[in-house]
């Protein structure tokens, strides 16, 4: 172990649990301070990393404490601050349909879970670390906040802006696949540094990321994708029914129960098709050519989900094992609304598309089992996620926090393993290494 002197050490802004942090932990950075709005996440964090002082509460009124303690504490800059602030504000609107409706007198109305960079870039002008880390959604880019001058600006722009010449780097979109998690998960990363030989790096490649190691079709420097059925195929076979639905030994190996009618379209649906599209069951006619979903524009240019898909078969009118919902007044089925990613199964040979917080739910985007008639379990999402690979419990005092805790944080995280490889690199262009302890 590094003296402490020599330890790099480094802050976790919207740390959440604390997922992200464990590719600093492996790569040898030590998180020492963390910042988390939401008490259950920030109570894991802690049981998690129990030399880091946690910072609950809100960003805004714990900013200038953070900075105050850290300054008393450490006599050095940090080494790294990890900033992943909430997602779910990020606008899709562009600054020209805001700007447009600005001058328009129109006052649209800006998400504030978006602003919580501004206490962020405090944060670190203040303390001045040697390397940042910002991940978010793709749609970042686009995203625009109200500043403290009250100024429409683009979130890029002003990240950049507060940094000033002091830091290189820009954001980049990547695709957790690229980097052998078995998931495809587009986010955007920034990463920018104040040292001389990430700065030296920058101007040489444009880009502070590591080489991706994975891709659809390898080559001479990556390896093919890691699949769902490498990462997950081996694991205790489950089934959505009582009793059949969880896994004695792997703890969070366990699914929630569906109804029959959900099993009814789920059994029915090959792999890598939605049940919105299943074809007749009747064994008298068994027709297979009633009519697939899908969308198609309405008159503004934007995709609708298809409301003329039959529930009922085109041959011999059986109801068709399609997911669909009962009208309170009169009774009548009819087929669910939704695209073809509701209630569709995965692809063994593939990595998992996105988890988000709902990948527990049967009508959630492409989550069905590829095989077995349920949804991802706890266990295949922290798989998924590549938190199975590392030193982490969802236990606090022995006991584990509720599912949707579980599901949040998941959902929601960082893979560590992408982290791990960033910071790895991180290292290698400053002349260090550290050894890999997960």
């Known amino acids: 172990m590094p003296s402490k002197d020599k330890e790099l050490i480094a802050l976790s802004l919207f740390s959440s649990s604390g997922i992200g942090d464990l590719g600093l932990r492996a790569s ?60 779910q504000g990020m606008s899709s609107n562009g600054m020209g349909t805001l700007l447009r409706n600005l001058k328009e007198g129109k006052r649209t109305k800006m998400d504030e879970r978006n602003r919580l960079i501004i206490p962020a870039m405090k944060i670190i002008k203040a303390l001045k670390p040697k390397w940042v880390i910002i991940e978010n959604v793709p749609k970042m880019q686009e995203t625009p906040i109200i500043d403290e001058n009250n100024n429409l600006v683009n979130i890029i722009d002003y990240i950049k802006e507060e940094l000033g010449s002091s830091y290189a780097g820009c954001p980049e979109v990547v695709d957790a696949a690229d980097y052998g998690v078995p998931q495809h998960r587009k986010r955007l990363i920034t990463i920018m540094t104040r040292t001389a030989a990430g700065k030296r790096a920058y101007s040489q490649h444009h880009s502070l990321l590591p080489q991706p190691t994975n891709s659809k079709e390898p080559g001479l420097f990556t390896q093919p994708y890691k699949t769902l059925r490498e990462a997950i195929g081996n694991l205790p076979r489950l089934e959505a029914t009582e009793g059949d639905n969880f896994c004695d030994e792997i703890p969070l190996h366990r699914v929630p129960v569906l109804d029959n009618i959900k099993l009814t379209w ?94 527990q739910y049967a009508c959630s985007d492409n989550k069905i089992h590829p095989s077995q008639n349920r949804v991802l379990s706890l266990w295949e999402g922290m798989v998924l996620q590549t938190i199975a690979d590392y030193d982490f419990s969802f236990e606090i005092d022995g006991r584990y926090v509720n599912d949707s805790i579980i599901r949040d944080t998941i959902g929601e995280s960082i893979p560590p393993h992408l982290t791990e490889l960033m910071c790895r690199h991180i290292l290698n262009l400053s002349g260090m290494t550290r050894n890999k302890s997960k």
């Open 28 to 87: 040898g950075i030590k998180t020492v301070m963390a910042c988390e709005l939401v008490k259950e996440r920030a109570s894991l964090f802690s049981a998690n990393f129990p030399d880091a002082e946690m910072f609950q509460g809100d960003i805004w009124a714990l900013c200038d404490i953070i900075i105050k303690k850290y300054r008393k504490l450490y006599k050095k800059p940090p080494f790294l601050i990890l900033a992943t602030p909430p997602c």
């Open 266 to 359: 789920i059994r029915n649906t090959p792999e890598g098709q939605t049940a919105l599209n299943n074809q007749c069951i009747n064994p008298e006619c068994m027709c297979q050519e009633n009519p697939s979903h899908g969308s198609k524009k309405d008159k503004n240019g934007v995709n609708r989900a298809k409301e003329d898909t039959p529930l009922y078969c085109v041959k011999c009118g059986s109801l068709l094992p399609r997911p669909y919902v009962i009208d309170k007044n009169s009774g009548e089925k009819r087929l669910m609304k939704a695209f073809t990613s509701a209630y569709k199964r995965m692809n063994w040979d593939e990595p998992a598309s996105t988890l988000t917080q709902n990948f």
